[in-house]
């Protein structure tokens, strides 16, 4: 399989270079040549299938030309060590929970698959150590922090806005030493993203140390994250739910719908999506006007979705020619207030029973308003409520428990560089390592 450029000026890759380079050479993002699309026999039955078999037959379809069977079919094991049920809310309204994870995050899957097939290239092709450079607001920190930790060959710098993510989202990757440095940077998450593009960009720095990214930019970063999509599908076809579907993604850097929508071209039968943006809705005001118009960044209680300018934006428009009408066929937007975000977390609890996340609560709301007569709603449910703990609470009137593996973390010693958002600073710190 080739990779090009959604800038269509760099060269093709094959998938180790995507993967080792993250970001095209013309600063485009890499995209597949094509996609496989999956056998009919295949739907038929995957109800049957457990997630991690599942994975495995999606994964052969993206990464079955490049990576050798056996080792695929273990990077998938290792990576799946957990399951994303999903779980009634409401009447027609379901979660996909995806905070089963070792940092109770979505990104868990894509951040510990690309661990594994970095290091397999690593290994396969005798290369010297990689530096992972990703920014974060909040959860794809600590799911690549974790999944990296350890992992011989790869070094992890974090880059985050400080002050602008949670105290427990902080501790998941900023107590972990080893392998991973936390770069505590002063600006906003859109400041770390661009600082990541610029050390690709820089031709100095390339050539001092091999960079690569773990942000949903990467490949081998948000693909995996269709085996999400295809689990769902096949656990509401067990329950006799899968027709008229209608999946509903809290959205920030629009990585994970972009793997749903690459899901179904693939032939998954999904109806539509909705991509729930908090006050960061620049996708919702691309779909109703036409026009992109990135924005600074807001800071909301939705911090992981605060996002001015997604970068797989990009991809979501090649993917549809740039058509927007085609676009609006197939996904829809919403977009909502930090005090929607509150009513709704209270409201669900109260009627159901269930504590949303703030993210979550985004997804639940989009399908409350926006089902029709017949359809059937999942939500992704990114993130465990208690990695939001004082904002769910206040919201719910209720107390959320702490789950072990979270507290275990915020016991730990915080270890950060404060940097400012400048490039120079920046790339001074990495030509020093």
């Known amino acids: 399989m080739k990779y090009y450029s959604t800038n269509a000026k760099a060269p093709l890759a094959t998938l180790h270079e995507a993967v080792v380079k993250g970001l095209a050479s013309d600063s485009g993002l890499y995209m597949p040549e094509y996609l496989y699309k999956l056998s009919a026999d295949f739907f038929d039955s995957i109800q049957n299938l457990p997630f991690n078999e599942i994975a495995k037959i999606v994964a052969t379809a993206f990464f079955g030309e490049d990576v050798e069977q056996k080792a695929l079919d273990e990077i998938v094991d290792d990576t799946l060590q957990f399951d994303c049920p999903v779980v009634e809310v409401s009447d027609n309204i379901y979660s996909l929970e995806l905070f089963h994870g070792p940092t109770l ?9 690309m661990a594994r097939l970095l290091q397999y290239f690593i290994r396969k092709e005798g290369k010297e150590e990689v530096n992972v450079l990703v920014a974060t607001s909040g959860d794809t920190g600590s799911a690549v922090a974790n999944g990296f930790l350890g992992v011989d060959g790869i070094h992890v710098y974090v880059l985050y806005p400080k002050g602008k993510v949670s105290k427990i989202q902080e501790s998941q990757f900023t107590t972990l030493g080893k392998n991973i440095t936390a770069i505590e940077v002063n ?10 593009k610029k050390a690709f960009m820089d031709e100095e720095l390339n050539r001092h140390m091999k960079l690569t990214s773990a942000n949903s930019i990467n490949v081998a970063r948000f693909l995996p994250q269709s085996f999400y999509y295809f689990n769902a599908y096949a656990r509401m076809k067990a329950a006799g739910k899968a027709d008229n579907l209608v999946v509903c993604v ?43 118009t990135p924005m600074a960044s807001i800071q909301t209680i939705a911090n992981a979705m605060d996002v001015g300018n997604p970068s797989n934006f990009a991809r979501v428009y090649d993917m549809f020619d740039g058509d927007l009408q085609k676009i609006r066929s197939v996904v829809s937007g919403a977009t909502y207030s930090d005090e929607q975000i509150r009513e ?8 159901n029973g269930y504590i949303l996340d703030p993210h ?19 939500f992704l449910e990114t993130a465990h409520p208690a990695k939001f703990k004082e904002t769910v609470e206040s919201a719910i009137g209720a107390e959320v428990e702490i789950p072990e593996r979270l507290a275990a973390f915020m016991r730990g010693e915080k270890k950060s560089v404060e940097m400012s958002a400048d490039f120079d600073s920046f790339k001074n710190f990495l030509m020093t390592r």
């Open 105 to 113: 995050a979505f990104k868990d899957v894509g951040g510990r698959f």
């Open 344 to 351: 709704t977390m209270k409201s669900c609890f109260d009627s």
């Open 250 to 292: 809290p959205s920030g850097n629009f990585g994970n719908i972009t793997a749903g929508l690459f899901g179904r071209e693939m032939g998954l039968p999904i109806k539509r999506f909705i991509a729930a943006n908090n006050a960061n809705d620049v996708f919702f005001k691309y779909l109703q006007t036409g026009k992109y």
């Open 187 to 196: 600006g906003v998450f859109d400041d770390c993203q661009a600082l990541v």
């Open 360 to 378: 979550g609560a985004c997804g639940y709301r989009a399908l409350e308003e926006g089902l029709t007569d017949g359809e059937t709603g999942v």
